[in-house]
């Protein structure tokens, strides 16, 4: 099939709404995100529709309508405070869950017995909407699980050739979809899709408490059986080709490590994409742009706090960057700027080498003290070293391994200002930080496995030490 590229033209929204009378596709701009028009009440335009994007059955189509009135012949009750929500936020990125009338098919709703939906605001599509002379579904106009479209190219791009036609208006302008509300329960609306409508701004026009689903804090669940309220959300969204990572921290280290990583990429020939400052605005587009130049990686940095938007629409965007790099998420910053020095003898070589890397993985700056292959060593010598090296201030702190973990320690807090710690449990490697500000650990290679001595460490460095009276115990100890 030819897709016919259409303008904002009267003429030309007429032959798209005759179009869509006819039962085809035709897709449309709106401010939050390009849709995929079709006549809402005709279940074969709804099967097409998800033919066209390649997207399961399973995931609910949101409906577009022109005037608040066209709820009434969608939904079975409108409650008030469902037309306080459309006067203040329609036409806009708000989409209302309501019970539908039994005239929406099931197949515009995903088999259920709820209907999603909203009004946009492009002054093109509203046309559409009244010229076709019904309500129109509208996922939005991507290849399922592609970067969602804020222009007609990104359109064309997914689905020439597989839609009728497409109305060329101008690019998105809020970036990212619609927010989900779910009013079904009337006791409780629920923010099932974070977008530019806040819960702020809602309970604002509400006067009352509006939360967000708590699913939307989770990884979803790679249980094929789970079936979140907005069936959406279990799918992998907005995925780019590249793998995407994302870093969150403190601005400053978090461009740190971007820069970091990139040099890497750079020296293994591997094309990156950096995202320095998202903006939900430009994010999608961005996304297309690192596909189209071929690169195998992203970088990108999670919103920070120096940004121009709301806590909440932070979230929104977050949520999205989340998805697109599969909840592949770095938390940088702070501690781990950190050098540590490590040393072992020969008891304790199997834990160190994993450790090296294991710390190096997650940004640490690690000396390696040795020894470097398993000879027989006395373990003395190694615990000294390696204190010594933390003392005087050549790496903040210091990880020892031998059999037990037991010789290498206490050779280590010999060393004046040395606080090493034995770790065997997780509570010991918590408290060792917590109560003992610890310096410095030492582990046993016949007591613990690598992952397990990979584990502990993560706690010791990742627990904050507790102030007040372990302060002045652990001033008595230094004095010794
Ligand atoms: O901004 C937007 O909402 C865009 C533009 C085109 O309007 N549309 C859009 O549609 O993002 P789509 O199909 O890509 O996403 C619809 C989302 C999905 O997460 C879906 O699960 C949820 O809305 N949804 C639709 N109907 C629902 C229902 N009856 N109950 C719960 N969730 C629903
Ligand atoms: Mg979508």
């Known amino acids: 099939m030819e897709t016919l590229l259409l303008t904002t033209e009267d003429a030309d929204i007429r032959r798209g709404a005759q179009i869509i009378k006819n039962g085809g596709l035709v897709a449309f701009p ?3 995100v390009y849709g995929l028009g079709a006549d809402a009440f005709d279940p074969k335009a709804a099967k097409r529709s998800y033919a066209a994007k390649g997207r399961p059955s399973d995931n609910p189509l949101i409906v577009h309508i022109a005037k608040t009135e066209e709820l009434y012949s969608l939904a079975t009750e409108v409650p008030a405070e469902a037309l306080k929500l459309a006067e203040a936020f329609w036409p806009g990125p708000l989409t209302m869950v309501l019970p539908k009338r039994p005239e929406v098919p099931k197949e515009t709703t995903g088999g259920l017995d709820t209907v999603a939906v909203r009004m946009p605001r492009s002054a093109a599509t509203l046309k559409l909407i009244e010229y076709s002379g019904t309500a129109l579904s509208g996922p939005s106009a991507n290849v399922s699980g592609r970067p969602s479209p804020t222009s007609w190219l990104h359109v064309k791009n997914d689905l020439d050739g597989r839609i009728d036609a497409i109305i060329c208006g101008d690019p998105s302008e809020v970036g990212i979809e619609s927010t989900v509300l779910d009013l079904t329960e009337p006791e409780k609306p629920v923010i099932l899709r974070p977008g530019y409508v806040t819960p702020e701004m809602i309970s604002a026009v509400c006067g009352r408490e509006v939360s967000y689903d708590p699913a939307l804090f989770a990884k979803p669940s790679e249980d094929p059986s789970y079936r979140p309220k907005a069936p959406g959300q279990k799918y992998k969204h907005y995925a780019p080709k590249a793998e995407m990572l994302l870093f969150e921290g403190p601005e400053k280290e978090v461009l740190a490590e971007i820069k970091r990583r990139l040099k890497t990429a750079q020296e293994e020939g591997i094309k990156t994409g950096v995202i320095a400052h998202p903006d939900p605005r430009t994010f999608f587009a961005q ?31 977050m949520n999205r960057m989340l998805k697109a790099a599969g909840y592949n998420i770095i938390k940088v910053g ?50 000294k070293k390696c204190a010594e090296y933390v003392v005087s201030g050549q790496a903040d702190k210091g990880i020892l391994c031998c059999g037990t973990g037991i010789g290498i320690g206490i050779a280590a807090n010999k060393i004046h200002g040395i606080r090493c710690a034995l770790l065997v449990t997780p509570f010991m490697a918590e408290m060792a ?48």
């Open 30 to 32: 709106t401010e939050t």
């Open 287 to 317: 996304l297309r742009e690192f596909d189209a130049q071929g690169c195998g990686l992203i970088l990108a940095a999670a919103p920070d706090d120096s940004e121009e938007f709301t806590g909440s629409l932070k979230f929104s965007l």
């Open 334 to 383: 702070g501690r781990q700027n950190m050098k540590i020095a490590i040393a072992s003898d020969h008891g304790g070589f199997v834990l160190k080498q994993p450790l090296v890397e294991h710390l190096k993985e997650k940004g640490y700056e690690v000396a390696d003290l040795g020894i470097y292959e398993q000879e027989p060593v006395d373990y003395p010598i190694y615990g």
């Open 433 to 480: 930080a917590k109560h003992n500000h610890a310096n410095m650990v030492s582990l046993g290679g016949r007591i613990v496995t690598p992952e397990q001595a990979c584990e502990l460490v993560d706690i010791w460095l990742e627990t904050e030490e507790e102030h007040g009276r372990h302060d002045r115990r652990v001033a008595l100890l230094d004095e010794m």
